[in-house]
């Protein structure tokens, strides 16, 4: 069996072949850059100081430094392709934290369904190269998704807007309909359920204005980074979710049926569809880009290789915007490949503009399993 | 090879694990003099106690060079990464309360549980383009405990003293801390969540599984444990005592079941001796009564040993069967 460097050495040859032209960030980034990835990947961190006491540490992942490279060129406008293959460091109990990640980044293309197949194509066959195989012999499952979908539909629901941000950030942490939907009551001594009742329906203007005035009396302007005025807003959107919750039925139904559509891609769509016709809203605009997506991705005649469709699978990473997927060898849950779109991080690593940006990872030390 | 015991250097925490350990009949020497760091249980041979910080202990723990120690589970569950494999808490010890909280600001009416956290946490870094920050010295505990509760929106700002300060200094917008009567927390403006107590702690007795527990270090910690497990099963109980020569079949099983007691003695010409609960023994002796004893003493003890060694049990079924 070929070792996980020979098979480094075939993905790599193979993404550059493709015309991604290796980049290699350093071993050692400044950590600042990952801490804004949430605290889930800052605990993986293996973390270092210089003596002046700046943070550095081994890079955990390659698209965040490839990234800050491409936006850190003097002339970096336009579009550029990127693969890169090395050694990251994450601490894994149970598993050795250092492994080796071959990979392939694309910045700056507007056509973004083609960049999306392109991306996933190139991921899916240099994974087989890298065994050595053909790609009908691979035998590999693609699992694809939409971080940008999901956010569409619940917009076009016209939940209120406490609900909608509960479901966009619980959904795709796998938190249950049933804990986004019925949150906590509590009859403790500080509830204020009998105040939000009044409040529910009243005079909004006059019961911003009492809230305020209420905090204005403690002395509080301010508070812990968040004004008297957003303080008052979120305790007043409290009352309309108590009648929120009842919102439900027959939206929640629409939820549910979306979020258990999981299909071939031609199916999925037509199930999207009509989901879309009997609620009544409109998801024209996203169901056609993510048909062209599927026709796209259909060209690419990837032998061997089951793709579908989950609506409810957005991405392990809150960075997604948009296309997500994920590979598995037939009946194997290691992950042989990831990837998706990331069209805000360039902002969240300090760029003025977006920038379109989409890439795949290929964890090269769990093809060693294949069959 | 000497067991090695580490207790706490200094503060209440040392008061307070000395006088556990004077409670059990084992009486903690210190070394030459007061700063002496090493000493002894008195009349106990091969038994050394280490005097140490309470983190320090955690560390000693964790990496096998004590083999019991005294110290609070709060620090306990941070800063072993896989408690499972390298210790086992054997017993509570009833003092060095705290429970670690999250605070928020009281002006937040609108948060009372971790769910409306979320919420916020979301908003702000949306509005803001940051993340919320959280001051705190329990980084695990309180990442373990935020990703249980899905709020993911928050950026850690370690806090080594004063933590509760942080919030007003600017220096985070919330915090994770330990609190004993919250008293802290709210002269500095902050209100604990409802849902908000991640621990509740006390100080723990706390076996390392790292160690070497060879033969001798075994027999020492048996016989020291089987000392603690019988003051303690002496101070929860009490010896009831009856003269009962008519009793019925069904009596001792209706003794255990009304009263958690446990039969000792049971003599052929009706006298009966019972380890009862402390505060069930005085409802014990009136049913005794009223089944037709003509006295009934109730007696405190100063220990109680049993063939079953309970703290022992716990930590031999944790380490590895041991090879001379």
């Given at each position: 069996?070929?070792?996980?460097s ?13 015309g ?29 100081s ?19 490279l ?10 550029a ?44 066959r ?7 195989k ?25 939940l ?69 005025a957003?303080?008052?807003e ?86 997604y915007?948009?296309?997500v ?7 194997a ?39 | ?90 017993a ?23 769910a409306?956290?979320?919420d ?10 940051e ?35 942080a ?64 003051e ?5 109980t ?87």
């Amino acid at each position: 069996m070929p070792s996980v460097s020979d098979r480094a050495a075939r993905a790599i040859a193979y993404l550059t072949r493709a015309g991604y032209r290796r980049c290699e960030p350093a071993i050692l980034q400044p950590a600042s850059i990952f801490f804004d990835s949430g605290e889930d990947l800052r605990a993986e961190l293996y973390l270092t100081s210089d003596p002046s006491g700046a943070d550095y540490c081994l890079r955990p992942e390659y698209t965040i430094p490839v990234l800050a490279l491409y936006l850190g060129q003097e002339t970096q406008r336009g579009q550029a392709a990127y693969s890169y293959c090395g050694p990251v460091f994450r601490f894994r109990p149970g598993a050795s934290s250092e492994f080796i990640q071959a990979g392939i980044e694309s910045f700056g293309r507007s056509d973004r369904e083609a960049a999306d197949a392109e991306i996933l194509a190139l991921a899916i066959r240099a994974a087989a190269a890298a065994q050595e195989k053909p790609l009908s012999a691979a035998c590999l499952r693609v699992r694809t998704g939409d971080a940008r979908l999901l956010a569409r539909f619940l917009e076009a629901l016209d939940l209120p807007p406490q609900w909608r941000r509960r479901l966009v950030r619980g959904l795709p942490k796998g938190k249950p309909l049933d804990a986004i939907l019925s949150p906590r009551t509590n009859g403790g001594i500080r509830d204020h359920s009998g105040l939000l009742a009044l409040i529910e329906g009243a005079d909004k203007q006059g019961a911003h204005a009492l809230v305020e005035d209420l905090l204005a009396i403690a002395g509080v302007s301010a508070a812990g980074g968040r004004s008297a005025a957003e303080i008052a807003e979120r305790f007043l959107e409290q009352a309309a979710l108590r009648s929120g919750a009842k919102f439900a039925a027959e939206r929640r139904v629409l939820i549910e049926r979306f979020l258990e559509i999981e299909a071939a891609p031609g199916d999925a769509l037509k199930s999207l569809r009509a989901l879309a016709r009997d609620a009544g809203i409109d998801l024209s605009a996203a169901l056609d880009q993510l048909e062209a997506r599927f026709e796209l991705i259909a060209s690419d005649r990837l032998e061997g290789t089951e793709v579908r469709f989950a609506a409810a699978f957005t991405g392990a990473l809150d960075y997604y915007t948009g296309f997500v997927f994920e590979a598995h060898h037939d009946g194997a849950s290691a992950l042989v490949a990831a990837g998706g779109r990331y069209d805000a991080l360039a902002q969240a690593l300090g760029s003025a503009r977006p920038v379109p940006a989409v890439g795949a990872a290929i964890w090269l030390d769990n093809l060693g399993g294949a069959p | 090879m000497s067991l090695v015991i580490a207790i706490p250097s200094k503060g209440r925490l040392q008061e307070n694990a000395a006088a556990f350990f004077a409670r059990a009949g084992l009486d903690i020497v210190q070394g030459r003099g007061a700063r002496d760091y090493r000493g002894a249980l008195d009349g106990m041979e091969d038994v050394e106690v280490a005097f140490l910080s309470a983190a320090d202990i955690v560390a000693e723990v964790a990496a096998g060079r004590v083999h019991l120690g005294v110290t609070g589970e709060d620090l306990i569950r941070e800063a072993i990464v896989d408690l499972p494999s390298k210790a086992e808490l054997l017993a509570p010890l009833g003092f060095g309360q705290a429970n670690v909280v999250v605070a928020v600001p009281r002006a937040w009416i609108d948060v009372k549980t971790m769910a409306d956290l979320e919420d916020v946490a979301a908003a702000f870094r949306a509005k803001r383009g940051e993340r919320m920050r959280v001051a705190t010295k329990y980084v695990n505990l309180t990442r373990r405990f935020f990703a249980e509760r899905h709020v993911s929106d928050y950026r850690i700002v370690e806090s080594l003293g004063a933590t509760e300060g942080a919030p007003a200094a600017g220096k985070a917008e919330i915090i994770v801390d330990i609190t004993t009567t919250g008293a802290t927390l709210a002269a500095n403006g902050l209100k604990i969540l409802d849902d908000g107590t991640i621990l509740r702690s006390q100080a723990n007795l706390v076996a390392s599984l790292q160690a070497e527990w060879g033969a001798k270090v075994r027999e020492r910690a048996r016989i020291i444990l089987s000392q603690i497990a019988a003051e303690e099963e002496a101070r929860t109980t009490r010896e009831v005592t009856a003269f009962l020569p008519n009793k019925s079949g069904g009596l001792l099983a209706e003794v255990k079941a009304l009263f958690s007691a446990q039969l000792r003695i049971h003599s052929a010409d009706g006298r009966l001796a019972f380890n009862c609960p402390k505060e069930k023994a005085p409802l014990l002796a009136d049913w005794l009564i009223a089944k037709g004893a003509p006295h009934v003493c109730v007696a405190a003890q100063d220990y109680v040993f049993s063939a079953q060694n309970s703290l022992y049990e716990k930590l031999i079924n944790r380490l590895p069967p041991f090879r001379a």
